[in-house]
C-alpha cells in the first residue's frame, strides 16, 4: 500500500561505520532523489536518478553513494560515518520532470 | 538566484486564527510554487501548489497568494486547527531542474 517506502526506519550506528539505506517506490515513478533533512528542518538534496541514470548529484562527499538497480529502488550506501551525517534521511518519486514529489516517511541516522 | 527565502522561521496562532507564511524568488524562471505539509516523523507531503498565471488558488482553508512583480508568494491558513500544526515549506522550480525549498515554518496552533 505504502506509495514511497524506506528502511530502515531508524538507524544508529558508530563513527566509522558504513550503512545502506534502501528505498522503493510503487507509484511507477521514473524519478528518484535523495534528500537530508537536518536538525533545523532544512532539506538538502544529495541525488536525482531518471531511469537508473544519475542526473542531479548536488556537493555532497564521496563517501555517499546512490545505486539505482531499476527505477523503482534507489539506495542510498554510506562510508566511513561521521557525526555530521545524523540527519534524517528522505527518498522521493515523481514522473519524469513532474514537479509533485511524494516522499517516504525518512530514515533516522544518528551516528555516535 | 537559486534561492526561496521563507518567513517567519516559527509562528504560533490561536485556534480559528490565520496562519500567514510568506515566501520570495530570485529566478524569474521558476513557473511552479508548490507547499509542502510535514508532520512529525513523516516525510513532506504536497499540500497545494500554483502557476505564475493566475494570482490565487484555494482549495478548502488552504490559500496561495501569488504577486509575480514582487516575485513572492504567501500560503494562507483560514479557520487554523490544532490538526494544522507542522512544518511548512515553499517551493518553487521550473520544469528542467530541481525543486527549491524554503527553510521551512514551524506553525503552532494553540487550541
Known amino acids: 500500500d505504502t506509495a514511497v517506502s524506506q528502511t530502515p526506519k531508524y538507524l544508529v550506528t558508530q563513527m566509522g561505520n558504513d550503512k545502506s539505506i534502501k528505498c522503493e517506490q510503487n507509484?511507477?515513478?521514473?524519478?528518484m532523489y535523495w534528500y537530508k533533512q537536518d536538525s533545523k528542518k532544512f532539506l538538502k538534496i544529495m541525488f536525482s536518478?531518471?531511469?537508473?541514470?544519475?542526473?542531479i548529484n548536488e556537493t555532497v562527499p564521496n563517501r555517499f553513494s546512490p545505486k539505482s538497480p531499476d527505477k523503482a529502488h534507489l539506495n542510498l550506501h554510506i562510508n566511513s560515518l561521521e557525526l555530521g551525517d545524523s540527519a534524517v534521511y528522505f527518498c522521493?518519486?515523481?514522473?519524469?520532470?513532474?514537479?509533485?514529489?511524494?516522499f517516504g516517511s525518512g530514515t533516522r541516522l544518528t551516528v555516535v | 538566484q537559486q534561492q526561496v527565502k521563507q518567513s517567519p522561521q516559527s509562528l504560533i496562532v490561536q485556534k480559528g486564527g490565520i496562519s500567514i507564511i510568506n515566501c520570495a524568488y530570485e529566478?524569474?524562471?521558476?513557473?511552479?510554487f508548490p507547499w509542502y505539509q510535514q508532520f512529525p516523523g513523516k516525510g513532506p507531503a504536497l499540500l497545494i501548489a500554483?502557476?505564475?498565471?493566475?494570482s490565487e488558488k484555494k482549495e478548502g482553508r488552504f490559500t496561495i497568494s501569488f504577486n509575480k512583480s514582487a516575485k513572492q508568494f504567501s500560503l494562507h491558513i483560514m479557520d487554523s486547527q490544532p490538526g494544522d500544526s507542522a512544518t511548512y515549506f515553499c517551493?518553487?522550480?521550473?520544469?528542467?531542474?530541481?525543486?527549491?525549498f524554503g527553510k521551512g515554518t514551524r506553525l503552532h496552533i494553540l487550541p
Open positions: 536518478y531518471n531511469n537508473k541514470e544519475l542526473i
Open positions: 500554483i502557476r505564475p498565471d493566475v
Open positions: 517551493a518553487a522550480t521550473n520544469r528542467d531542474d530541481k525543486i527549491i
Open positions: 522521493a518519486s515523481s514522473q519524469g520532470r513532474q514537479i509533485d514529489y511524494t
Open positions: 507509484l511507477g515513478h521514473d524519478t
Open positions: 529566478n524569474t524562471a521558476f513557473d511552479y
